[in-house]
């Protein structure tokens, strides 16, 4: 089975409100990392603006994924909360932008690159910090019988039945990208699972 990588290219990432972002430090997100720690629950989340209308983006920082109700209503016509976890998103002065969630996954993979790629990981929380240089792939051990997952790093990763939903589509900033399969790593590297 093919997959594909579903994320942003708009220029401007989401910028979290600075008392939203100070009070998740506290509670939410990592402390050595700030990204956000994956515990089952949705996050919430505050912006300084309304989100920027792009169908895929993430808040700057907190590697945080938001994404609009329309295009997730299209890529799980069953409906995405049996996959996803769904999260509200609030502009300023605590407003809702009710055509936007935030979506994590419990599931979450890497897409891999060349030799030239590198890794580290948060002495924290685990998450692992990978730079992606190169071709990008995944490794046939790391999918299993999984449809759906969040990237490691920013957007989501799903499986060719569920792209074919939106490809051919307009959504605002979306890049949509068929990922090769490998039986074993180019970049060479020994990376914690």
Known sequence: MNYYQLSSKSPNPETPDK???????????CKECASARVTGQPIDVV?????????????????????????????????????LLLGKVFGPDRKEAVDFVTIMKLERILIRGNERSEFRVCPDCHRIW????????????????????????????????????????????LVIQKLELRDEPVDGLDIPV
């Open 19 to 29: 008392t939203w972002f100070a009070e998740a430090k506290q509670t939410i997100l």
């Open 47 to 83: 912006l300084q603006t309304m989100p920027d209308r792009s169908a895929l983006n993430v808040v700057h920082g907190v590697c945080v994924q938001i994404a609009t109700v329309s295009l997730l209503k299209a890529l799980f016509p069953e409906g995405p909360e049996n996959c």
């Open 130 to 173: 990978y730079s992606t240089i190169g071709k990008r792939y995944l490794l046939k051990r790391d999918v299993g019988n999984i449809s759906v997952f969040e990237s490691q790093f920013g957007g989501l990763v799903v499986a060719e039945p569920v792209a074919q939903r939106v490809i051919g589509g307009k959504w605002r900033n």
